[in-house]
């Protein structure tokens, strides 16, 4: 028997819901089997779906209905309008993380004007922070490193998809950067504090790797670990730039402050108006 695109969404919308789930993901999983943009779906949601797309949605469906996310099935994830590989050895890109690269570019632009600048993204994962900023500006130089030679790899993987010259290193956090000094320095460390783990998504928890998630000292090990590592690492001007858990950004403000005496340091709200960014601009 065959549906139409309409019908076997709504019956694997009813799927997920008794799971739990989200439901929004059967409409994303029927867009990616078909390949259609959004306008193009809701234009042909009485179309008979063939055989051969019908047994691959309900593949991506019963993945979906085991928790495991979507963006780690179809083995990929938008960030900043590029495209980037996700696999189980990454957390998977998150919109906020862009609003941290966009406000970076923006400081960047003003700290720095033209000139080329040497940036480092600590904590790398799949590369999308590093690979976003140097799309976005070329000139600079890049640097990336994170512990996971998996993640690496991925992240080399998503530097040469999008056509980038990044240099990765690995090692433990900003270890393998100290030899050098540094324009700008971004991270988006683990920062979730092992007791909120009853409060998180289990499609996170246990599907994306816990070594990006979880932090010691109530998810603020690795803000003070920099705050205090970074001050011999930076340039003048130089700039700082964290994402935060949207209850840390005082905490972290004051490591930031601490280490760096005269630098300014501002906490940046989000779209959704929550402390998530911390940028530590150094004179």
């Known amino acids: ?76 994830e938008s960030f900043y309008g590029y495209s980037f590989e996700v696999n189980e050895h990454v957390l998977i890109p998150r919109p906020e ?28 994962g799949s590369g999308a922070i590093a690979v976003a900023f140097k799309k976005e500006r070329p000139s600079a130089l890049v640097t990336a490193t994170d512990f996971s030679e998996e993640a690496l790899q991925v992240a080399e993987r998503n530097a040469r998809r999008n056509k980038v010259e990044i240099t990765f290193l690995q090692g433990d956090m900003e270890e393998p950067l100290v030899q050098n000094t540094w324009d700008i320095i971004l991270s988006n460390p683990p920062y979730i ?13 246990e599907y994306e790797p816990s070594s990006a998630l979880f932090a010691e000292e109530e998810g603020l090990y690795f803000y003070r670990r920099l705050s205090e590592r970074l001050s ?18 005082e905490t972290v403000q004051r490591f930031l402050q601490q280490a760096f005496p005269e630098a300014k340091v501002d906490i940046v709200k989000d779209i959704n108006k929550k402390d998530r960014m911390i940028f530590c601009e150094i004179r």
């Open 97 to 124: 993380t862009e609003e941290l690269v966009y406000y970076a570019l923006e400081r960047a632009n003003r700290l720095f004007g033209n000139r080329p600048i040497r940036v480092a993204d600590i904590g790398t």
């Open 193 to 205: 504090a092992e007791f909120e783990k009853t409060e998180m998504s289990a499609t996170v928890f």
């Open 1 to 76: 028997m065959t549906e139409t695109i309409l019908e076997s969404v709504q019956r694997a919308e009813k799927l997920l819901y008794a799971r739990g789930l989200e439901t929004k993901t059967a409409e994303l999983a029927m867009r990616a089997v078909t390949g259609k943009s959004q306008a193009t779906y809701l234009a042909s949601l009485r179309e008979q779906l063939s055989h051969e797309l019908c047994e691959q949605f309900w593949d991506h469906i019963k993945e979906l209905l085991t928790g495991k996310p979507l963006q780690y099935i179809l083995g990929e």
């Open 232 to 249: 011999s690492m930076m340039n003048h001007p130089s700039l700082i730039g964290f994402e935060i858990g949207y209850q840390q950004g």
